[in-house]
């Protein structure tokens, strides 16, 4: 038994990408959290892979459809542009431009709206969830193929690390400009405008706010208090 499951572990690291190989001694995959450990590995080099594999595909299947056109299709997520004239799309325009800062020259190319499937069970969990807030989340242009079809992860490892100052979590701003400087692309910026449920929150001025580390465990989230709030007129 121990020489299959040796076989079976050499097959698996030459198959699956490994940097410490060189320097650190390969264990046998013979426990249970082990095993586990290494299935969340595949899944997030899937993440990875995705966007790439996708593109590829567009492009291979160019002759025969629009590669923008093989791209949405592929997406579990419903994409539409917001009409300029619909209250929606003047709502916020409004608002991003009341935001304008003089050292920043920027316009609104387009708006779209995006919205991914839920299971019954995560609908639920999502409802039942109290306060909810409209909230803005500033990405790069490479991620957004990812979010499109997963949904804003954890960690996800095919996105740059933004950093952390109140600790782990995926992290939403109440002003454009804030989200809005986290955003990233050469001419092009991308802001996600997400419906948040906050649910119990803790609120604090500093990132290194005690209460975060006594109270994390009685929150559903955390809400850094800065300087600057939203213009509500």
């Given at each position: 038994?121990?020489?299959?499951?040796?076989?079976?572990?050499?097959?698996?690291?030459?198959?699956?990408?490994?940097t410490e190989y060189a320097y650190e001694k390969l264990d046998i995959?013979?426990?249970?959290?082990?095993?586990?450990?290494?299935?969340?590995?595949?899944?997030?080099?899937?993440?990875?892979d995705f966007p790439i594999w996708l593109v590829y595909a567009a492009y291979y299947n160019s002759v025969k459809v629009n590669p923008y056109d093989y791209i949405f299709d592929s997406l579990p997520c419903n994409l539409s542009v917001v009409d300029d004239r619909s209250d929606t799309y003047k709502l916020i325009h409004a608002y991003v431009n009341s935001e304008k800062s003089p050292n920043k020259d920027f316009y609104i190319g387009n708006i779209y709206e995006f919205n991914l499937p839920?299971?019954?069970?995560?609908?639920?969990?999502?409802?039942?969830?109290?306060?909810?807030?409209?909230?803005?989340?500033?990405?790069?242009?490479?991620?957004?193929?990812?979010?499109?079809?997963?949904?804003?992860?954890?960690?996800?490892?095919?996105?740059?690390?933004?950093?952390?100052?109140?600790?782990?979590?995926?992290?939403?701003?109440d002003t454009f400009n804030k989200a809005e400087a986290y955003s990233g692309g050469l001419d092009t910026h991308y802001v996600l405008l997400c419906e948040v449920a906050l649910g119990r929150c803790l609120n604090t001025m500093i990132m290194a706010d005690s209460k975060i580390k006594q109270n994390e465990l009685q929150c559903d989230s955390v809400w850094g208090l800065g300087k600057k709030t939203p213009n509500y007129a």
């Open positions: 038994m121990i020489n299959t499951v040796c076989n079976l572990c050499n097959e698996y690291y030459e198959l699956i990408p490994w995959l013979t426990e249970e959290h082990s095993v586990n450990n290494e299935l969340k590995n595949i899944d997030q080099i899937f993440e990875i839920k299971s019954e069970a995560e609908e639920k969990s999502f409802n039942n969830m109290k306060n909810h807030w409209m909230l803005w989340h500033g990405t790069h242009s490479q991620n957004l193929l990812s979010i499109m079809n997963d949904g804003l992860k954890l960690f996800p490892h095919n996105a740059s690390n933004q950093g952390s100052m109140f600790g782990n979590g995926i992290y939403f701003a």
